[in-house]
């Protein structure tokens, strides 16, 4: 995926495929114990508000919700879509390309990447 190869200095891609994974598996625990919650832009971008900027390490919200969209299980997925419902919107992959993304959990989104 494109934001395994965003490196650190010094480091290879395997090892960023392993922080973005991680991340990845942190989001979605939190998801399904409630810790973290989804949240729906107008234009229907994602973010995750209940994780701090450094706990996701560079990685961001719409690499998370790529990952999911590939291998994340049933319920994570769900969980997204019964969120979006719930805030009256609905989750655009388009919005996401484009680079519609929020730093802090959603409260105010900006457009580009």
Avoid: Y
Avoid at 34 to 47: C, D, E, F, L, T
Avoid at 98 to 107: F, L, P, Y
């Amino acid at each position: 995926m494109p934001c395994d190869t965003r490196l650190k200095r010094g480091q290879t891609i395997s090892q960023r495929a392993d922080e973005v994974r991680a991340v990845t598996n942190k989001v979605m625990s939190g998801i399904l114990q409630n810790r973290i919650k989804i949240v729906v832009s107008p234009q229907g971008a994602v973010a995750f508000d209940g994780i701090s900027e450094s706990e996701k390490d560079g990685v961001t919200d719409a690499c998370v919700f790529r990952r999911i969209m590939v291998s994340g299980p049933a319920t994570v997925k769900a969980a997204m879509e019964r969120a979006a419902m719930m805030q009256g919107r609905t989750i655009n992959k388009q919005a996401i390309n484009a680079g519609v993304h929020s730093h802090d959990g959603g409260q105010t989104w900006h457009e580009g990447h």
